[in-house]
């Protein structure tokens, strides 16, 4: 009885080897196969990171933006089945592959901080530097311009020239601040200004330099006035706290850069009144020391009237005149009104020797734009071998384009007379969402007047405002013409919709006519 069972342990036995020989032999096979297929994938990997290369390569010769190298999941992936492609094509309703990021929520009550260090040219720190952002813009609209709804106030930097000055990070409801306007000051030192400073993260470092010498000694009639006030154009950002007085009586500063510069000097006295200099030019040079001297001139008086066309008698008439002389963009001016008699008439005292522009506005009437007199006054400039037949005819065709504010010239003497044309009335009707009117919602226009060589200003004497009654309406009178007037409006429960808050709305405004328009606003979140 034991032969036989041995016979069955050898039989089982063998049946148990052979099981793991064919075992064995599979494994060896999946191993094999799975490190060819790994290898494969490696050289897969390698061809598409050479093919990277050269791409990336190729396109930095060519100045083009490199390409992104592809992952492995990329390089790996199975081609799409094309009957798979076409049915997503097709199926309109199909989920996007990625979620775009939520929205962020507007907080105008976030602040930001910019970081400035401020040094000199060896790169030394300068300590109690005024730093100062003015305004901001938005994104997407760079080249408009916000007030602070922050207070402006100076933030000093310490010892080692350093400063935090925080900030609105929204400009408005819509958008971010992605530019300010900064000023950076110090006693010693040309100011630093920049009126579209790029903001971003990390330390930015603003280098003051110190201007060339320059020392200005006002006089009339012979005598030295130490105490004379002095005046440069806006960009230098120099103000009275920037002169010393010198023992000598001259009047000195070390804060003016080399260039083009205005200058201008006032002084006002009992018994003559104010006296002022002519606006001045100089030039400044690097690193350079320059002596100046200036006279005070006697005041004269402008009169004049507006034009025959107006009714009289005049009511609640205005006159506005902006006295200025520049080049290049870059000048000085002065600013002087005065009421319109009855009959039309009226007198300007206290003028300085300069030419100008003035305006006007009275009940129903505002003065007219007109064609420049000259190729100077309209700014344009004569190729160097021009003809005096070239010039009239450049000057005709410059009179047929452009309209400006009149011309006047203080020191001719001679009465101007104000030319004239009845003003245009602006209605707008305000709706809501749903096209139902809304009553109580604040109208506002902004008129601008130009003036040359020296900016722009809204209209003086109105708040161009008006306010919309049951039926939606509000109406804004005595607006001058205007080929592209911006308008507005507000109330506590709605605002301006989102195309018309990135651009104000505007409409053209005819002589003697009135101009209308609807204008949609949405409920404020």
């Not at 006030?229 to 009586?249: F, H, I, K």
């Not at 600013?335 to 009275?362: N, W, Y």
């Not at 139902?436 to 601008?448: M, Y």
């Amino acid at each position: 009885m034991p032969a036989p069972s041995n016979r069955r342990e050898r039989g089982v036995w063998i049946v148990a080897a052979t099981a793991a020989a064919i075992v064995a032999v599979a494994l060896c096979a999946l191993l094999f196969w799975l490190a060819s297929g790994d290898r494969s994938d490696h050289a897969n990997t390698a061809r598409a990171s050479e093919a990277d290369r050269e791409a990336h390569d190729s396109d930095e010769l060519a100045g083009a933006t490199p390409v992104t190298p592809l992952s492995r999941a990329a390089v790996d992936a199975p081609l799409p089945n094309a009957e798979l492609v076409d049915a997503r094509a097709s199926d309109a309703t199909a989920a996007p592959a990625t979620t775009p990021p939520p929205r962020e929520v507007a907080d105008l009550a976030a602040r930001d901080q910019l970081l400035l260090r401020v040094v000199d040219e060896r790169q030394r720190p300068i300590f109690d530097a005024a730093v100062m952002i003015q305004g901001l813009r938005k994104e997407g609209d760079e080249g408009s311009w916000f007030s602070r709804r922050d207070d402006v106030v100076p933030v000093r930097t310490d010892h080692e020239g350093r400063a935090r000055i925080p900030y609105e990070r929204w400009t408005d409801g819509d958008a971010k601040t992605v530019r300010v306007d900064l000023l950076v000051e110090h006693p010693d030192f040309i100011s630093f200004t920049e009126d579209s400073f790029v903001l971003a993260p990390g330390e930015h470092v603003i280098t003051l330099a110190q201007g060339s010498i320059v020392w200005v000694t006002v006089r009339h009639q012979g005598r030295v006035v130490p105490d004379a006030r002095l005046t440069v154009e806006w960009e230098a950002q120099l103000g009275n706290d920037g002169w010393r007085r010198e023992p000598d009586g001259r009047i000195s500063t070390t804060r003016l850069a080399p260039g083009a510069h205005w200058i201008t000097a006032t002084f006002t006295d009992a018994a003559l009144g104010t006296l002022a200099s002519e606006f001045t030019p100089f030039e400044l040079a690097a690193n350079s020391q320059l002596d100046l001297e200036l006279e005070l001139l006697e005041p004269v008086t402008l009169r004049g009237k507006l034009d025959d066309s107006v009714p009289r008698p005049i009511v609640d008439g205005h006159v506005w005149v902006n006295l200025h002389a520049n080049r290049d963009n870059r000048g000085l001016s002065s600013d002087h009104e005065a009421p319109v008699a009855a009959d039309g008439t009226f007198e300007i005292e206290g003028l300085r020797r300069a030419r100008g522009q003035i305006i006007a506005l009275c009940d129903g009437w505002t003065s007219k734009l007109v064609p420049p007199r000259s190729l100077d006054e309209a700014h344009t400039r004569p190729g160097p071998n021009s003809t005096e037949a070239d010039r009239a005819r450049l000057l005709e065709r410059v009179r047929a384009e452009e309209r400006h504010a009149q011309s006047i010239d203080v020191d001719a003497g001679e009465l101007v007379v104000v030319e004239m044309e009845p003003a245009s009335e602006l209605e707008v009707r305000v709706v809501d969402e749903h096209g139902a009117p809304l009553a109580d919602v604040t109208v506002s226009a902004w008129p601008n007047v130009q003036w040359r060589g020296v900016g722009s200003t809204i209209f003086p004497w109105k708040d161009w405002n008006a306010v919309t009654d049951e039926r939606g309406i509000a109406r804004i009178g005595n607006l001058p013409p205007d080929e592209d007037l911006w308008f507005g409006a507000s109330s506590p429960t709605h605002q301006l919709t989102k195309p018309h808050r990135d651009r104000n709305p505007s409409a053209k405004l005819e002589s003697g006519k009135t101009t209308r328009f609807e204008l949609a606003l949405e409920r404020t979140p």
